[in-house]
């Protein structure tokens, strides 16, 4: 060991190169000279590489099958393709057990700058160990025969790999052959470098040709050689500049799992040229032999709807080319290899199954059918084939068919295990050979491809170039060949089936008819339900060379019978959209003529007569319509025929009328003519009578007739029913008298109409018109009379009309005239008069009417007479005079007649009554005609007793014209009361006059007063009980009724109040008669001193408010001002507390009253005081409040426990409550106080529900602080108050903030800040991690919630805008760390500029939190191309001198471009050869010449980038009429790369300018169409697309939600399908976790401020629970002094908290506690059974713990609790403890469940070893039951559910709402654009091809050149091939 510098003490490892340790087995299978690495560990990188020594001598396989086959077997092709086959076999095999992308990569190095040619396979596959590497080396040593090492990284045994869909299992490494003779094929020397999964070394050996031939020189041992084992990355051992590229591929090898490497070197030269020259046909080669590995079971195109292709992780084989001209593909990219070429051809497939019957192998099959389209055969031609020198001959080969059929080539191309045998195909088998088919189809055999996939079961060549005897155990009689359908076999005839397959795929697919000019797609309901739909229409087809449309003449044949008509549309079956090929199809016919047929027929297309012309079926058509009737004949047998428009009088009859059918010959018909056989269907003649209204659309049939059926001739007799006045139609038809049609076959049968018109009559009748049915006497009125003729209708009444009028009962009945107009005749100013009962009650009168000279001469009408209009005024009483008694009122009544004295009642009839010397009275006589007048009280001043005498006058005042009435009133003098005296009995004297004023004693008494009353003639008026009720007095309510019949009144109290005056009242409330006094009432003697106080309150430390009075008052306490200003000196002033130096005495004049001044307290208690005031012999004592003094100070009067510590940005629950208090400490509650909550230092952020607020009612101001946020540190919350600017102090709160690890601050970004963003590719890793508020990162955040947000445009504030867009992260991968999410494969934007990057991380709903914005420039990619800055139009030029004409290009830049447009290639410099190509591909067409006569023009590129002023053709330049040509832009130069795409141009060329000029127009539109187009197709397609992710969200969401429905009915949970009924029951759940929640039960009372910190587990009392309640009093009891003890996992944790709490806070860190592991058994155990029946039923203490999270607890209370037992009672555990101790064996401490504690040391008793009360210990808290569990389980699960649900919801919403949009009208609208668009297009893109004119070709003229080479015949036409089917 010394030898190797290792220690006694130090540990090592002896490993092989594979780093397995060595142990007796491995070491007993060593070799000599075997190589050991000697290692700390079994993983230690190398600290130098090693080399050893093997030997890998040929196998014996070498020998016995070295002469089997040639290996290389060319068949007329370079074998290099398949050389390199071999190497990506092995690779396959290697890459097949890669859960992620295979990926293979050959590297072609032929740049000089990196050395020498060499060629590099490299692959991501599962690497080789060194002995592995060794196997490789032994050329035949097949995956079969290799030995299985007895050690290893892996095991090397082969495992045949389970059947997969057709045999696609990589597992293609066979024989160990293969790559030997592949890498020596292609170069003379191979290094093979490998790294195997796990290990940490790379293996690397080299085997070269001159190594070997030295090696014979110098007679060595030829097969051996050396493995070198290094470190990833280390390429110290390559020296020679040869092999520089081998510096950069060992650099990629950091960071790799896994690879292989094969580097051939000394490639030879042939080889080198074809790689570089042909790399489309080696591609195309590999792309066909791999081709179902890299595009899946189906193949390209095919695989994104193979679910097979799925399973399978993605392979991708690169090839790039390092040369001066760099290319690097994808084989998945080739497109052109031939099995890409027949899926994309194939529209049909035919499976099946091949089993062989001597070794059970078995064989899928496909055939595919490639079917005649159009004009051409889809057949594809095989890229690899070698042409014939006879196939430029072969007649067949028309210019512009593109494919031809398979001809003689076998149908069958063949793979084994998917890969593809290239030099083995199968022609045939017996049931799909043409021999053996239909000779109908027998064109179809040329048209199927297939492909065969075999297993390993059909051996193979050693170089997989050919099959052994496929072909022939596949052709065995044994073999059974099975269909395969939908995955399943299907039984029956294969034959039989392949032929129906072909026949059903030649009618469906093979394209024969042309349908053009798409319609719409129909459901035709009379086919048969699967039928139905879909139906294409068409208004067109081109048949056999001719057009047939919509509308055309067509004629049918062989049908019976033979149809004649028009064409309605064609209808093919299918989704059609636009002009397509069918086999055949129906067309609809309406039949012609319609008067025959009147329906459509649906035929087969192949049913129309293409012999027939429009000419013919046209005359066949006309002389069937000549029979049909035409005209009708009308005549009038008794003349007086009635003309058109004329007018006759009512009642006049019409006819009769004679009717004949006429036809166009002029021939009378009563019948149809005949279709077919039988007769014609009878004719009937309609006669209509219509009578219109006044408005234009009414009319109303008044009569309607039919003749007989069976009439020969039509006849109708006279109509004498004409009487109604107006405008008729007579209207006659003539009907079908089967069905009374008037139509036949779309057309109108004959018919006649006559228009005239109906008046009236002369005058025969009249009736009275409308008037009123009253009439007022001597009122004026008109009398109507409407004049009728004898049909009742209105008519014009003669000239000479004297009416007369009588009525009986009438005093007067006159008129003044009679007027006409129009049919009416007026009675002018008729005028009535007569005697009305009254106004309520009119009479009714006859008035008779007569017209002398009518029929009917008279007519009657009744009316009602009415009173007239005021004509005079009646009033009554009539006397004169009028005596009224003064004071009393007066009645008139007051009557309104009309001229003949009825009482009138009419509107405005007011009549008014004005007395002199009172207002004027009125009454309102408008409804009755009659009214009241009273004048309510006649009060006049009566002299000496003498009556009075009045004029009263009535009137009108609306009525001017009728006279007023005047009427005489005398006033007589009254009776009643009219003055009062009083006067007293004791002094006869004494009379109180009215307002007298009497000074009487405060508190005295008035007696005996008495009253008298007098008259209007003064007069005594006699007291009765009557009047004597009506006597009131002011000063009592209780009156005496017998003393006031006395005239004695009630005596008078004097108030007993020093006041102002009192009034005093009696009166006689009957006539408003009274008598007034005041007296004013005079203080008594003083009785008693009296103190004022204003207020009653007073704060401590204050003068009492206000002065306080001091007075002399009396019983009454009036103010005797007896107090004098000496008496002030004789006062005095006592009270508890009270301040006497500060009290004066002040004496005030005016009141005669004295002040006390400065009254204040300065010590005492709060609440009532009394104070007492003494002068002389009188004492007052009063009572006031004393309060708290002036705000001084505020006081913390409850809070949190301190000392606190917070975790940053979190709150305090418990609020901070301060008292405001004054300076003696007595509580204030002084509102206008602000209390105010502030930090100290300012770093510390305070939020809390109110920063500032007064103080409460009760002098309190509560603080919650809801949040404090600051860096970590010691901080203080001060409460400052302030009242009037003026401060008060408070106290402070010391508060610790410690960082948060559980809070996220920010996110942190690692990505590669060198890497470049080239536009359209992929972003490097980003990795962004959650950094907590302690600077750790934070793992627990869901990675659904991290976005990275990308949008254009530079940095803009924190928030990213609206229309960023928003990517999801990565999954780590298995090597990457999870502590962060990564954002991996992230697709750059397409576009050059600036973008900017954003992270962000949604913490709630509403809450983000955002990373630094990062700038990012996208640079341009790698060109790919070349291209115009702006697309140009398409030129159109024509053969002109002209040069605007000629002109193609004008002042157009072309750059390179990347795949995104973007230019680049700045460094790119060279030319660009403008070129002319044949768009159509006719090698013979003549193509245009450049100005110069050239076809070729070369311009500079410079800078990427080419610019062209004017680009023309030549005058007169050579050129086919009507032709397209493409104007070819290709980059050239030294740097340019070589696959730079050109830009290519069409134009077309015309031999004349204003074909040029049309074209050119059609060109630009088409242009302008093709861009709308465009963009119309990617809006569809973008809501196409949003519909499918809409769909797949609705579909995952239901997914969700059924999945957790069924976890629901498996835990029996109810369930719904609505959110409501989910509400509910989460709301009854958490009512039963709230009812749990405040059940009471046990809880830990101290305070855990460091829970959650990062390493720390909490407070022990937090730590467990404990069930029991006695188990949790002792055990807490126990452990008293480490309740609140915090533990930690590391002691940096715990030395963090110790310093944060200035050593307060006592701490346990686990990384410094060692307990014994696992659990001993309690004492009474041993060996496994118990020593001793044990009593009381001990248990540990620490088992009795419940750990509600981490089991690193276990530790701590094993620590801390020890072994101690819990025992039910004391006597139990002394009993135990004998036991234990007897036995031998320790004691530990027992605890009972009764509260006492036995010591380790036997220690029992006293007050030390017996648990005080629960109430007073920090005890463990008890469990929340297991029912809170499993209801926290089904809320968790009932939530999911309803979130589901709404997702669901939403989803259906969202996907409805985007359907709802799609078939929007503005989106249908859209669509119908789109379509008309394309209709245009095609119609622009037809005439466009279309030459208008003769195609000429011109050539240049002189120039000496030929124009081009006339084609050749076709012999036949391919698309006369198939004919339609009938």
Not at 1807 to 1813: C, D, G, V, Y
Request: charged residues 25%.
């Amino acid at each position: 060991m010394a030898t190797f510098g290792i220690r006694s003490n130090e540990t090592f490892v002896l490993a092989t190169t594979d780093r397995a340790v060595l142990d007796s087995k491995i070491f007993e299978g060593l070799q000599d000279d075997s190589t050991l690495h000697l290692l700390k560990q079994k993983h230690q990188a190398l600290a130098a590489p090693t080399e050893e020594n093997i030997n890998f001598t040929p196998h014996y396989d070498t020998l016995i099958q070295s002469g089997t086959y040639e290996y290389w077997a060319s068949r007329g092709q370079n074998p290099l393709p398949y050389s390199l086959a071999e190497l990506i076999d092995n690779a396959l095999s290697a890459t097949a057990r890669n859960q992620g992308v295979r990926k293979i990569e050959i590297r072609m190095m032929f740049d000089d700058t990196l050395g020498k040619p060499a060629v590099i396979v490299l692959d991501n596959g599962c690497g080789m160990t060194s002995k592995q590497l060794k196997n490789w080396a032994v050329y035949r040593l097949s995956k079969f025969t290799r030995d299985i090492g007895s050690y290893g990284s892996e095991d090397e045994g082969y495992v045949r790999p389970d059947p997969v869909h057709r045999s696609l299992n990589s597992d293609i490494s066979f024989f160990g052959v293969g790559g030997k003779q592949a890498v020596f094929h292609i170069g003379d020397s191979v290094r093979m470098i490998s790294k195997p999964y796990g290990s940490p070394d790379v293996h690397e050996m080299v085997i070269s040709k001159q190594d070997f031939e030295n090696k014979v020189k110098n007679k060595e041992d030829v097969y051996s050689g050396i493995i070198r084992n290094r470190k990833p990355g280390d390429f110290s051992h390559v020296k020679t500049n040869d092999e520089r590229f081998l510096h950069n591929l060992i650099l990629e090898e950091s960071g790799k799992e896994r690879f292989t490497a094969v580097v051939i070197t000394g490639v030879f030269p042939d080889h080198i040229a074809f790689l570089k020259q042909d790399i489309e046909v080696w591609t195309r080669q590999l792309a066909e032999v791999y081709h179902y590995y890299i595009h899946g079971v189906n193949g390209k195109e095919m695989s994104d709807s193979s679910a097979d292709s799925d399973c399978h992780p993605e392979i991708k084989i690169m090839i790039s080319l390092r040369d001066k001209s760099p290319v690097v593909m994808d084989l998945r990219e080739v497109e052109n290899d031939i099995q890409t070429l027949y899926i994309k051809l194939a529209v049909d497939t035919f499976e099946f199954k091949a089993t062989t019957a001597q070794d059970g192998g078995t064989v899928d099959g496909l055939i595919r059918y490639h079917p005649f389209l159009y004009d051409r055969e889809t057949y594809p031609e095989d890229p690899n084939a070698v042409q014939g020198p006879d196939d430029e001959d072969d007649g067949d080969n028309e210019p512009g068919v593109l494919h031809q059929e398979r001809k003689k080539r076998p149908i069958f191309d063949c793979f084994w295990n998917g890969r593809l045998i290239p030099y083995t195909t199968v022609s045939e088998f017996d049931w799909c050979a043409q021999s053996k088919g239909a000779k109908e189809l027998a064109e179809c055999y040329s048209r199927i491809s297939g492909v065969l996939f075999t297993d390993d079961r059909f051996p193979v060549s050693t170089n997989k170039l050919t099959f052994m005897e496929l072909e022939l155990k596949l052709k065995h009689r044994d073999t059974f060949f099975t269909r395969i359908l939908k995955g399943q076999k299907q039984r029956g005839n294969i034959q039989k089936d392949f032929t129906q397959w072909l026949k059903n795929c030649h009618e469906k697919w093979d394209k024969q008819v042309k349908f053009l000019n798409f319609k719409k797609t129909i459901t035709r309901t009379e086919l048969t339900k699967k039928m139905q739909y879909p139906w294409a229409t068409f208004t067109s087809i081109e048949w056999d060379g001719k057009i047939y449309s919509k509308g055309q003449l067509v004629k049918s044949q062989k049908t019976q019978p033979i149809l004649y008509g028009h064409v309605v549309r064609f209808l093919l079956y299918g989704q059609h959209e636009e002009d397509v090929f069918a086999t055949g199809g129906e067309v609809e016919i309406c039949m012609e003529p319609k008067a025959f047929h009147d329906k459509i027929k649906t035929i087969p297309i192949s049913k129309i007569d293409k012999n027939a012309t429009s000419e013919a079926i046209q005359k066949n058509i006309d002389n069937d319509l000549a029979k049909l009737p035409e005209f009708l004949s009308v005549s009038w047998p008794e003349g007086d025929p009635w003309l058109e428009g004329g007018a006759r009088p009512a009642g006049t009859p019409l006819g009769p009328l004679n009717i004949n059918i006429m036809n166009k010959k002029e021939d009378s018909i009563s019948q149809m003519p005949a279709v077919g056989q039988g007769a014609g269907k009878r004719l009937i003649i309609e006669l209509k009578v219509f009578h219109h209204g006044t408005k234009p659309d009414q009319k109303k049939e008044v009569l309607s007739l039919a003749t007989p059926t069976s009439a020969k001739y039509f006849w109708f007799k006279k109509i004498e029913m004409l009487t109604g006045l107006g405008e008729y139609t007579l209207k006659l038809r003539t009907l079908i008298n089967e069905n009374k049609a008037d139509s036949f076959g779309g057309r109108e049968l004959p018919s006649y109409k006559l228009n005239f018109t109906i008046k009236e009559g002369k005058a025969e009748s009249f009736v009275i018109g409308t008037m009123s049915s009253s009439v007022r006497v001597g009122m004026l009125f008109d009398i109507p009379l409407q004049i009728k003729d004898g049909y009742d209708h209105p008519t014009v009444p003669p000239p000479d009309f004297k009416p007369i009028l009588k009525c009986s009962g009438l005093t007067s009945l006159s008129f003044d005239k009679t007027e006409s107009s129009g049919t009416t005749l007026y009675i002018r100013r008729v005028k009535a008069s007569g005697k009305v009962l009254n106004h309520l009650q009119p009479k009714t009168y006859d008035l008779k009417v007569t017209l002398p000279g009518l029929t009917q001469n008279t007519e009657t009408i009744k009316f009602s007479l009415l009173p007239g209009t005021a004509h005079s005024i009646h009033v009554t009483p009539e006397d004169k005079p009028i005596k009224v008694e003064n004071g009393k009122p007066v009645l008139f009544n007051v009557e309104i007649h009309d001229e003949a004295g009825n009482i009138t009642a009419n509107s405005k009839q007011i009549v008014r009554c004005e007395v002199q010397g009172f207002p004027g009275v009125a009454t309102d006589c408008s409804n009755s005609g009659a009214g009241q007048l009273m004048i309510n009280t006649v009060n006049l001043k009566i002299i000496k007793g003498q009556p009075e005498k009045l004029h009263v006058q009535f009137e009108m005042p609306s009525q001017k014209k009728i006279k007023p009435v005047v009427r005489e009133l005398e006033v007589v003098p009254s009776k009643r009361v009219c003055r009062m005296e009083i006067c007293s009995k004791d002094d006869q004297n004494l009379v109180l006059t009215d307002n007298e004023k009497i000074l009487w004693l405060a508190g005295g008494l008035m007696e005996n007063l008495f009253y008298k009353l007098y008259d209007e003639a003064g007069r005594d008026v006699p007291l009765t009980a009557e009047i004597a009720s009506k006597i009131k007095v002011n000063w009592t309510g209780d009156v005496n009724l017998r003393d006031l019949v006395k005239g004695k009144l009630p005596d008078l109290h004097v108030p007993s109040q020093v006041q102002v005056e009192r009034f005093f009242q009696v009166s006689y409330q009957d006539q408003n008669v009274s008598v007034s006094f005041h007296i004013i009432p005079q203080p008594d003697e003083p009785n008693r001193l009296k103190a004022t106080l204003l207020k009653s309150t007073v704060k401590l430390g204050e003068v009492i408010p206000g002065n306080i009075s001091l007075e002399l008052v009396d019983q009454y306490d009036n103010v005797t001002k007896t107090l004098s200003s000496d008496s002030k000196n004789h006062m005095t002033v006592t009270a508890e507390g009270l301040d006497q130096s500060a009290i004066t005495f002040q004496w005030q004049e005016g009141s005669s009253s004295v002040l006390v001044l400065g009254v204040q307290f300065r010590s005492g208690t709060l609440g009532p005081r009394e104070i007492c005031f003494t002068y002389e012999k009188y004492e007052e004592r009063v009572i006031v409040k004393v309060t708290a003094g002036v705000p001084a100070q505020l006081k913390l009067v409850s809070g949190p426990v301190q000392p606190l510590q917070v975790l940053n940005d979190q709150g305090i629950d418990t609020p901070f409550v301060v008292q405001l208090c004054d300076e003696w400490g007595n509580p204030c509650s002084d509102q206008r106080v602000v209390v105010q909550l502030r930090s100290s230092p300012q770093a510390l952020k305070v939020k809390s529900s109110v920063v500032s607020q007064p103080v409460n009612v009760e002098g309190k101001a509560s603080f919650t602080v809801t949040s404090l946020s600051g860096p970590k540190g010691y901080y203080q919350l001060d409460f400052k108050g302030s009242l009037d600017r003026k401060p008060i102090p408070g106290p402070s709160v010391n508060i610790t903030i410690t960082p948060d690890p559980n809070k996220p601050v920010s996110l942190s970004v690692v990505y590669d800040h060198n890497a470049t963003f080239p536009a359209g590719g992929v972003f490097p890793v980003f990795s962004v991690t959650v950094v907590s508020d302690e600077g750790s990162p934070i793992t627990t955040f869901n990675p659904a919630a991290a976005s990275m947000l990308l949008w254009k445009g530079v940095q803009s504030g924190r928030i990213p805008p609206k229309t960023a867009t928003e990517l999801k992260c990565s999954k780590p991968m298995e090597n990457q760390k999870s502590d962060r999410f990564y954002f991996r494969d992230k697709e750059i934007p397409e576009q050059v500029a600036k973008h900017t990057v954003q992270f962000s991380l949604r913490l709630e709903r509403a809450k983000i939190l955002f990373s630094e914005q990062i700038t990012i420039n996208v640079v341009a990619n790698q060109p790919v191309k070349l291209g115009p800055t702006s697309q140009p139009p398409t030129p159109v030029v024509s053969y002109s001198k002209v040069l605007a004409n000629r002109t193609l290009v004008e002042n157009m830049t072309l750059r390179i471009m990347d795949s995104s447009g973007n230019p680049t290639g700045e460094d790119l410099n060279g030319n660009v050869i403008i070129s002319i190509k044949n768009c159509s591909g006719h090698g013979n067409q003549t193509i245009p010449l450049f100005e110069g006569k050239t076809n070729i023009l070369e311009i500079s590129l410079e800078e990427g980038k080419a610019h062209i002023d004017r680009l023309a053709l030549m005058e007169n330049s050579p050129g086919e009429n009507g032709s397209k040509y493409t104007l070819l832009f290709t980059p050239e130069g030294p740097m340019v790369p070589p696959t730079l795409a050109p830009f290519e141009l069409p134009f077309r060329f015309y031999n004349d300018a204003d074909n040029q000029r049309k074209m050119s127009e059609l060109s630009k539109k088409k242009d302008d169409l093709t861009t709308a187009v465009h963009k119309d197709k990617e809006i569809l397609n973008t809501y196409g697309q949003l519909l499918s992710v809409l769909t797949s969200h609705h579909i995952a969401a239901s997914h969700k939600e059924t999945s957790i429905r069924k976890e629901l009915h498996r835990r029996n949970m109810e369930t719904t399908q609505t959110i409501p009924h989910f509400d509910r029951l989460i709301t009854e759940k958490r009512a039963e976790i709230e009812k749990i929640m405040k059940t009471r039960r046990r809880v830990c009372s101290l305070q855990d401020n460091y829970k959650g910190q990062q390493d720390v587990l909490g407070m022990v009392g937090h730590l467990a629970f404990v069930q029991d309640d006695h188990a949790a009093w002792v055990i807490s009891w126990q452990i008293q002094g480490d309740m609140d003890c915090v533990i930690t996992k590391t002691t940096e944790a715990a030395k963090r908290i110790y310093d944060d709490t200035r050593g307060r806070q006592q701490v346990m860190a686990l990384d410094s506690v060692f307990v014994h592991p696992g659990n001993r058994p309690l004492p009474h155990m041993g060996s496994g059974c118990m020593l001793f029946d044990p009593p009381g039923n001990p248990v540990y203490a620490k088992d009795l713990l419940l750990y509600t999270e981490d089991r690193d607890r276990d530790m701590a209370f094993k620590n801390i609790l020890g072994e101690t037992i819990l025992i039910d009672d004391l006597d139990s555990a002394n009993n135990y403890r004998k036991a234990v101790v007897q036995k031998k064996k320790p004691c530990p401490t027992i605890l009972t469940r009764q509260g006492d504690r036995v010591s380790s040391r036997g220690k029992f008793g006293g007050r030390n070893n017996k648990a005080p009360p629960i109430d007073t210990l920090k005890v463990f808290g008890a469990p929340l039951p297991q029912h809170y569990f499993l209801l926290k389980d089904h809320i968790d699960l009932l939530t999911q559910q309803r979130s589901a649900l709404e997702k669901v919801d939403q989803a259906a919403k969202d996907r409805d709402h985007h359907l709802n949009t799609m078939k929007s009208p503005e989106m249908l609208g859209k669509v119908q654009e789109m379509e008309e668009r394309k209709k245009q297009l095609e119609e622009i893109e037809r005439q466009l091809v279309s030459t208008p004119g003769r195609p000429l070709k011109r050539a240049l003229d002189n120039a000496g050149e030929p124009s081009g080479i006339n084609p050749k015949k076709s012999s036949r036409d391919p698309r006369l091939r198939s004919t339609i089917p009938t």
